[in-house]
């Protein structure tokens, strides 16, 4: 298994069992891995960063130790440094949580907390899980062990008697006996239209799934299902069709790393909707942003070496660039993958790598309200002021500009 796979298996078994804020940091505090529960109010991001440059020094110090810390606002957070193999030292960190209900009332006024933000601040406190002693060591126990988790092979054993198994073969039977002309071929005409759907979504092709959209309109209702439910009815279709557009985007080559966020996205919203118009809209704007994707983000017109190279300098653009690496993966030498790439995508491996990071750098800009520096470090930058010089010469503003514009 991967080094980064299984550092993907072991942080998401800790964040499943804890349901706590999970993070993999490196050995320099840059995240490695990120699994969010409890998003943090924007004012708390660079006192979390604090904190952690803190819990990592801890860590070090102690690398035998499993730290627990709480911060001045009450948040305890849980860190422990491992290594995998001969990878450089990896430190995670499960938090926050609370130890016990804080007081807002008694902060050090040097924290600067105002009424909006103890606003802010006490809801926040709401979302979070309340941990007992008993169960932060169990964490802690857990933590211990995180560099020897791995993915378990999973059988499901069904007991079935000769009684059950005869009760469904005659339900089976019974369901076949039954003549529906009608129902059928509104059956079959379902899965026509999807497999119309995804071939439009796999090619990028906007126009034409709009097309069969407004031709199919009501075929999907399945309200009876939910009965006086329609917003939850709905729901369950969106969430299905999420998973076609997904499994689509993917047949037309685009890499995982952007199908996860866009999933990860729609998923979100579509629980977070509350009305049928809200869904409706959504519904729309899933077909174009699917769409858009595979346009934009889809290696299929390259060939499969540089496919390959792609798709690895995409999984980890925050990593240093090892040539004689990917070119191993390609099967080719590094000279050759050079003059390939760059007769292919126009660039060199690094400018490739570069545009990479700044993209993803101009996502975080917008969507979130963490600091240059720690966006500069996400991406790749130990040097956030190189960072900004190499964002400046691509996109051609600062990264602080390009924040405040629409």
């Keep these: 298994m991967s080094i980064q796979l299984q550092l993907t298996v072991s942080s998401l078994t800790i964040f499943h069992l804890t349901d706590v804020n999970t993070l993999i940091l490196n050995h320099n505090g840059s995240p490695f891995l990120i699994h969010e529960r409890d998003p943090l109010p924007e004012y708390m991001l660079e006192l979390q960063k604090n904190h952690f ?28 440094r491992f290594h995998i193999q001969d990878q450089e030292p990896k430190i995670v960190v499960v938090g926050p949580f609370l130890k016990q209900v804080p007081s807002t009332n008694r902060f050090d006024p040097k924290l600067k907390i105002d009424a909006q933000k103890q606003i802010e601040l006490e809801a926040f ?67 026509k239209i999807e497999k119309e759907m995804m071939r439009s979504v796999e090619k990028g092709d906007k126009v034409n799934l709009q097309r069969i959209m407004k031709q199919v309109k009501n075929v999907f209702d399945f309200s009876e299902r939910f009965p006086n439910q329609p917003v939850r009815a709905l729901k369950n279709v969106l969430i299905v069709l999420n998973t076609l557009l997904r499994v689509a985007a993917e047949r037309g080559k685009v890499q995982p790393l952007f199908l996860h966020r866009i999933s990860e996205k729609f998923s979100k919203q579509i629980e977070r909707s509350d009305t049928i118009d809200s869904l409706n809209r959504l519904t729309n704007l899933m077909h174009e942003e699917y769409c858009n994707l595979v346009r934009n983000r889809a290696v299929s017109g390259y060939s499969l070496v540089i496919q390959i190279a792609v798709e690895h300098i995409i999984s980890h653009f925050n990593q240093p660039l090892n040539m004689e690496q990917i070119a191993d993966l390609c099967g080719v030498h590094p000279a050759h993958l050079s003059r390939q790439f760059k007769k292919e995508t126009g660039m060199t491996v690094t400018d490739y790598q570069q545009k990479r990071r700044i993209e993803e750098a101009k996502i975080w800009l917008k969507s979130e309200r963490a600091s240059i520096g720690w966006i500069a470090g996400y991406v790749g930058y130990e040097d956030s002021g190189y960072f900004t010089r190499v964002f400046k010469k691509l996109v051609g503003m600062s990264p602080s500009l390009y924040r405040t514009t629409k």
């Design 53 to 80: 440059v803190y819990l990592i020094a801890e860590t070090k110090r102690i690398p035998e130790e499993c730290c627990l810390f709480t911060n001045e606002l009450g948040l305890s957070y849980l860190a422990k």
């Design 125 to 191: 406190y709401r979302s979070l899980k309340l941990i007992s002693s008993s169960r932060i060591q169990s964490m802690a126990n857990l933590l211990e062990q995180v560099h020897t988790i791995h993915q378990a092979s999973l059988e499901v054993v069904n007991v079935e008697s000769d009684v059950v198994h005869a009760s469904q073969q005659s339900h089976v039977e019974l369901m076949l006996q039954q003549s529906d002309d009608s129902y059928i071929e509104l059956i079959e005409l379902r899965y």
